[in-house]
């Protein structure tokens, strides 16, 4: 990554409590119900509620897409979990869906917000085969590095990665593909991959709301036509149903909302 790259890192990666600018993790713990936010964070959380009231469903589609996929991969016998962004602990968690059917299961929680991992280590602090660990995806070799030295991560098994609304929030000008790719690289055959993406199917209302409320902080994101998304799964077996909105991987019935989240989950061959 040269000079003028990292900048962009630095320059948006959080580096304490801000709480004039609403938090990507923040806002998120407020649509699953949760305490961990401010004010600012609630304000932009309510008027995404207010242009389309169905957004805490999506969110709660986007959870249990995350806790499915990660049970899935236990029960295929993976036994290694990152789950990378992966925000304030709220129950249940990874570990909690994955150790239901493998208590041997590791989990590695990553994220790059100071605040979120100090909040991870209070909540989760001595929980059996859990790491947190803190690490920006934009510095991705250094992620690798330090969920082998610090999560205890065994690259040279299989791996389940999880990145549930995370490459949103990566911009254009700092790669995702090539970080999809970095990471794809570090895996094992038979790892898997899972992610969600906003994507430009989305209400445009609700698209012009966010973009105003997040501009040139770190919840800023990107929505992704359905091919762009798709491209992240160069090099993996796509797993049916494919790049679906989420509701799809969930069951039969579940209704469309106004927030279009696509999932993906990929195999590496």
């Not at 304490?16 to 932009?44: F, T, W």
């Not at 036509?225 to 909105?245: C, H, K, N, Q, S």
Request: hydrophobic share 45%; proline share 5%.
């Amino acid at each position: 990554m040269n000079d003028s790259a990292r900048a962009v890192v630095a320059d948006r990666a959080p580096t304490g409590v801000d709480p004039s600018k609403p938090n990507a993790a923040r806002v998120y713990n407020y649509l699953l119900g949760g305490k961990d936010n401010y004010e600012i964070d609630q304000r932009v959380a309510d008027r995404m509620l207010a242009v389309a009231p169905d957004t805490k469903t999506t969110a709660w589609f986007s959870r249990k897409f995350l806790l499915q996929a990660a049970e899935d991969a236990a029960a295929a016998g993976i036994q290694q979990f990152i789950d990378i962004g992966a925000g304030i602990p709220i129950s249940p968690n990874v570990h909690e869906a994955v150790q239901k059917v493998d208590p041997a299961a590791r989990v590695v929680m990553i994220d790059y917000d100071p605040v979120v991992h100090a909040h991870t280590n209070a909540l989760l602090s001595g929980t059996s085969g859990v790491a947190s660990v803190l690490a920006d995806l934009r510095r991705t070799d250094e992620l690798i590095e330090r969920a082998r030295t610090v999560g205890g991560i065994n690259w040279a098994q299989p791996v389940a990665i999880l990145m549930v609304g995370v490459l949103h929030f990566i911009m254009d000008d700092e790669h995702p593909a090539e970080i999809v790719a970095c990471l794809r690289n570090a895996m094992a055959p038979g790892s898997v991959l899972a992610f969600t993406h906003g994507s430009v199917y989305t209400d445009g209302e609700l698209m012009a709301q966010m973009d105003g409320d997040t501009s040139g902080t770190t919840a800023q994101c990107v929505f992704r036509t359905g091919e762009d998304i798709a491209a992240f799964l160069d090099g993996f077996e796509e797993v049916d149903p494919g790049v679906v909105p989420v509701q799809e991987w969930l069951g039969d019935d579940l209704p469309r909302t106004r927030l279009v989240i696509l999932g993906a989950i990929g195999r590496k061959r």
